[in-house]
């Protein structure tokens, strides 16, 4: 699954990266720490909607809001996120892949801010910066 992850990473940090291939199962875990960081600030904003779209190409813009919608209603399962990405390389990545949504729309919301710090709390990593 680090494999996976670094994907995910690649895209985000290089607009020119193909976009990712098909759908494992650890892209429902990374869909909902997305959504619950796009919408810490109380809201999805452009940004974010476009960030996702680019994660997740094999969605369709309808299919990305009602995903975004059901992991909102039944919350944020970091147990679930925890299992998908079990070491800690994998889950200091998943902290970085957190950050690069929070600061999709060029700040960091203090909602934001505080849901990074609680994940990595709860995951067992330090936060970065």
Do not use: C, N, Y
């Amino acid at each position: 699954m680090a494999h996976r992850i670094d994907a995910f990473l690649t895209v985000l940090e290089d607009r020119s990266a193909p976009a990712i291939a098909g759908h494992e199962p650890v892209d429902d875990a990374l869909l909902g720490l997305l959504a619950h960081v796009a919408f810490a600030d109380g809201q999805v904003g452009d940004a974010e909607f476009a960030l996702l779209g680019r994660l997740f190409p094999w969605l369709e813009a309808g299919d990305i809001l009602g995903r975004v919608a059901a992991v909102l209603e039944t919350g944020l399962d970091i147990d679930a996120l925890g299992a998908a990405l079990p070491s800690p390389i994998e889950r200091a990545k998943a902290l970085r892949f957190a950050t690069h949504m929070a600061w999709a729309d060029d700040q960091m919301d203090p909602g934001e801010s505080e849901l990074i710090r609680e994940l990595a709390l709860k995951l067992g990593v330090a936060p970065q910066g």
